[in-house]
């Protein structure tokens, strides 16, 4: 309204919530869901470029033990290796 009627080019400030939903932004899909949060968005990276394209938002930050068996079994270790620091509660898996 302040700037009806001139030759001034501007928009308005928008939220956060705002701008992930604007028609704009939707088309270009320039918010991703954040992962873990309901109704909230990230932006996605930009530029895209063809050969390093960047990465979605991801997950948040792994739990403790969310990878201890694929971890161990790479380096090498046995299922009754990894069975026995289970059971003494050496490690823990998630």
């Known amino acids: 309204r302040t700037f009806g009627g001139t030759d001034a080019c501007c928009v308005p400030v928008l939220s956060a919530r705002e701008a992930a939903a604007h028609p ?4 270009r899909g320039s918010f991703a ?3 873990g949060a309901d109704g909230h968005y990230e932006p996605v990276p930009a530029p895209r470029l063809s050969r390093t394209p960047g990465h979605l938002p991801r997950p948040g930050p ?20 990894v069975a026995g620091l289970l059971e003494r509660r050496v490690i823990v898996s998630a």
Not at 24 to 27: E, F, N, P, Q
Not at 62 to 81: F, I, K, M, N, Q
């Open 24 to 27: 704009h932004s939707v088309a």
């Open 62 to 81: 792994p739990r403790p033990g969310a990878h201890t068996l694929e971890v161990l079994a790479e380096y090498g270790l046995s299922d009754g290796e």
């Open 33 to 35: 869901p954040s992962p």
